[in-house]
């Protein structure tokens, strides 16, 4: 039966990729990628030469009944992202949803995702957790650092190195300032590196030393 696949790819080093999804982005009658500049990166280097075509949020509404067209008609398509597991702060969710809709099956294979190494390293208690990805930058922002001032659960959130800062300081005012804290940078990467500490300890380090690449910031939920 024809179905869309989800392929994790790396989220650094180009190995973090299982036999299965090299050979399944082979055999797929096209495959869709979020930027397909980054993704011609990990097929050259495997050597796939299959068709891929640009699949983002800018063109994802337009593309979606075609692609579920395609699939119907009885095509295999893989959809990857630049790095990690597509839906997971990435696009993915509108494609899925659509197919769901429709009757198509959908199949995730398993692989690398950012939030899940951060976690497990940091320290902080991984029983059990929220993932919240990236904050809204403007709007909402506030209410939605308020809204989980009170949360228990270890709580798990994406940046970039231009906010990293800012964000954290607002963690602090919020969460308080000797909250535990890990943040995990350049997961997989040549310069990986786990900072850990209060939530003042990390602001001064990252005040101290510029900080670079992608992060995941894994804080420790409230002690009842």
């Given at each position: 039966m024809s179905r869309l696949y989800l392929i994790p790819t790396p989220i650094g080093?180009?190995?973090?990729?299982?036999?299965?999804?090299?050979?399944?982005?082979?055999d797929v009658d096209y495959i869709l990628a979020e930027d397909t500049r980054t993704t011609s990166i990990l097929l050259k280097h495997y050597e796939i030469k299959n068709r891929c075509f640009a699949h983002h949020q800018f063109n994802e509404h337009q593309s979606i009944e075609r692609i579920t067209n395609d699939i119907a008609s009885g095509m295999n398509i893989a959809l990857v992202t630049d790095a990690g597991t597509p839906a997971i702060s990435d696009p993915?969710?509108?494609?899925?949803?659509?197919?769901?809709?429709?009757?198509?099956?959908?199949?995730?294979?398993?692989?690398?995702?950012?939030?899940?190494?951060?976690?497990?390293?940091s320290g902080v208690p991984c029983e059990r957790f929220c993932f919240e990805g990236f904050l809204p930058h403007k709007k909402g922002r506030q209410a939605r650092l308020e809204g989980l001032k009170d949360e228990t659960r270890t709580m798990i959130f994406y940046e970039s190195p231009f906010r990293i800062i800012k964000t954290l300081q607002q963690f602090a005012e919020t969460f308080g300032k000797e909250r535990h804290t890990a943040v995990c940078r350049e997961i997989s990467k040549k310069f990986e590196q786990v900072v850990r500490g209060s939530l003042s300890d990390v602001i001064a380090h990252f005040t101290a030393n510029t900080p670079k690449g992608e992060f995941v910031i894994v804080v420790e939920g409230k002690i009842k």
């Open positions: 080093n180009l190995e973090d990729i299982t036999l299965r999804a090299i050979r399944i982005l082979k993915g969710f509108l494609l899925v949803r659509a197919c769901i809709a429709k009757g198509i099956e959908v199949e995730c294979l398993v692989g690398a995702t950012a939030f899940v190494p951060a976690l497990v390293v």
